[in-house]
């Protein structure tokens, strides 16, 4: 397939690299104050090389990207809230071009799902949000597989970030400051960590599974959200007395979706460390199911929107 790809950050630039392996072309690519496009195929190397260089993909307006020709709009562009712009514009200009579209940008679905289906009602096109909940996790693809109506609950760890701070505050009595510096040396944590440790992220993702498995109707809005800044580190010793630990765990059962610290069994299945990522379904027939991966990360969550590529079919 033709791709083009809006938003040249750790995915963008993960998934214009990696779409040749999986037998895709790139003929656009856009960051926020350029794009370069080539009906028959950019050179991926050399635009990288030249953003690296002078902090821009191309010259030309951001816009000709969504003008350009292809057969599927991959949108990688920071999430935002409320209107969920500019991706949600994205989105829109590519049904009505009767392109599909790939989300790897949770805003579109989590704060306009039902605006998003409406559009693709009207469109030859398709939309697919694998990247949107859990990075390289199969999530929504493995609810798709089993039914949305037989899967009960969803709970799990759903932000690395989030999770690195917890398990290092358990493992080495360390303090959330100290901790979070730590991550944000590392990279593990941007230098505004609020989205991650106030639980945003972590219930935008809970959303999207609500809508998936309720049939749209849910905003973050509609969450319960709480976050980890104020848990002292006096907290998870004392969880670990009890063979316990904290996790900022997110669930959707019974119609509702909820994020916040919870304690779970220290060595139990959703203890997971580090930045690694855990996904849990409660399903009517197969029991408990736990995915678990790399939440996060270019390469990794590029997987997910090339997966998410080769599931659509061709364009006429």
């Known amino acids: 397939m033709k791709l083009a790809v809006m938003g040249a950050g750790a995915v963008g630039r993960s998934v214009a690299k990696l779409a040749g392996e999986y037998g895709h072309t790139v003929t656009a690519l856009a960051d926020s104050s350029g794009a370069v496009v080539d009906a028959d195929g950019i050179d ?9 260089g ?3 993909v191309g010259d030309a307006e951001v816009a ?3 003008d350009a020709p292809y057969d599927a709009l991959v949108e ?4 935002t809230l409320s209107d969920a712009q500019p991706g949600f514009g994205h989105v829109e200009a590519a049904l009505e071009r009767d392109r599909h579209v790939v989300l790897a940008n949770k805003g579109p679905v ?3 799902y039902d605006e998003v289906r409406a559009l693709a009602a009207d469109s030859r096109g398709e939309v697919l949000f694998e990247a949107a ?3 390289a996790i199969p999530t929504l693809s493995t609810i798709d597989s089993l039914g949305p109506e037989r899967v009960r609950a969803v709970r799990g760890v759903l932000n690395g970030t989030a999770n690195f701070v917890l398990s290092r505050m358990a493992a080495e009595g360390l303090d959330y400051e100290h901790v979070l510096a730590e991550a944000q040396d590392l990279g593990v944590a941007e230098a505004d960590p609020s989205f991650d440790v106030e639980g945003t992220d972590a219930a935008l993702k809970c959303v999207i599974l ?3 498995l309720y049939d749209g109707g849910y905003t973050l809005a509609d969450a319960e959200v709480e976050g980890i800044r104020s848990i002292p580190g006096s907290a998870l010793e004392l969880a670990a007395e009890d063979g ?6 997110g669930e959707v059962s019974d119609g509702s979706v909820r994020v916040g610290p919870r304690l779970v069994p220290e060595n139990g299945t959703l203890a997971v460390t580090g930045t690694t990522n855990i996904v849990q379904l409660e399903t009517e027939h197969a029991g408990q199911l736990n995915i678990s991966g790399a939440g996060a990360g270019g390469p990794e969550t590029a997987s997910a929107v090339l997966a998410d590529v080769g599931r659509l079919p061709p364009v006429d």
């Open 44 to 52: 991926v190397a050399a635009v990288l090389a030249r953003k690296r």
């Open 54 to 56: 002078s902090g821009t």
């Open 64 to 66: 000709t990207a969504l």
């Open 76 to 79: 990688a562009t920071p999430t």
């Open 110 to 112: 989590a704060e306009r």
């Open 133 to 135: 909940v859990a990075g």
């Open 210 to 212: 609500a809508n998936v």
């Open 244 to 249: 316990r630990t904290v996790r900022l765990i």
